[in-house]
């Protein structure tokens, strides 16, 4: 077990990453990159501030590197490559967790020095928020995060509706049936809702949505080819 979590970014994402991994940790602290920002709520969390032009002498001063696991977490992409990559000139062996928005970002965070890629969308800042209330999926989002598993994230548009015509998203059993997990529905017009929102639930699988959805690689590609669409 790691013993100190350091998360990069004030934003909607800290607080269910810090909620998700603080049994974990000993001890985590934030840094926002506004110090108006690190006025507002904090969770009991003294926010701290920093800026992208650090040499990080005060990060290693006040922390034994070797025991951190760094979270970045600044939605603004361009800052969080940059992040990204002073961190990894400056400690070579520090693990990086990245969150990206498309496989783009992800494929430069990974160049920059990222150990790890957490992918989400610009739709589903919500998604996250509700998808840690459910065990399961905190489970299933820590073991991604720590590569205890070959658990993937992936988005899969829905081309034919053969197989779930006429059916809402609660009608079916996503792991027992197909072997994976269906986080949200992001429909047509860019909306997204949590799968078991009572929205989702009220809402007929069309063609055209797209599921993101967690699961083992072929168990992700069986689903892709039921739905007929693509994955991302």
């Known amino acids: ?107 430069k965070l990974l160049l920059a020095g990222a150990t790890t890629i957490l992918p989400t969308t610009q739709t589903t ?3 996250i928020v509700e998808m840690l209330e459910k065990p399961i999926i ?9 590569e205890k598993s070959n658990l993937k994230i992936a988005q899969i548009r829905v081309s034919s509706i053969e197989s779930f015509d006429g059916l809402y998203p609660s009608d079916i059993d996503w792991s027992r049936e197909h072997g994976v997990i269906v986080l949200s529905v992001v429909r047509e017009d860019k909306s997204a809702e949590f799968i078991y ?9 069309k063609t055209g949505d797209v599921f993101v959805v967690v699961g083992y690689d072929k168990d992700i590609v069986d689903f892709e080819k039921l739905l007929g669409g693509g994955c991302d």
């Open 1 to 107: 077990m790691e013993k100190i979590a350091l998360i990069f970014g004030y934003n909607d994402y800290t607080f269910e990453i810090e909620k998700n991994i603080k049994f974990h940790y000993e001890k985590i602290y934030i840094y926002a990159l506004d110090e108006e920002m690190a006025q507002k709520e904090s969770y009991g969390y003294e926010i701290q501030t920093f800026d992208l032009s650090e040499n990080w002498d005060e990060l290693r001063r006040s922390v034994e590197i070797d025991e951190c696991v760094a979270f970045c977490m600044l939605e603004d992409m361009a800052e969080n490559i940059f992040l990204t990559i002073s961190l990894r000139d400056t400690f070579k062996n520090l693990k990086i967790v990245a969150l990206s928005q498309d496989k783009e970002s992800a494929d």
């Open 125 to 127: 800042a919500n998604v």
């Open 138 to 146: 905190t489970e299933v989002l820590h073991n991604i995060l720590y």
């Open 197 to 205: 929102s009572s929205k989702a639930k009220h809402h007929q699988i």
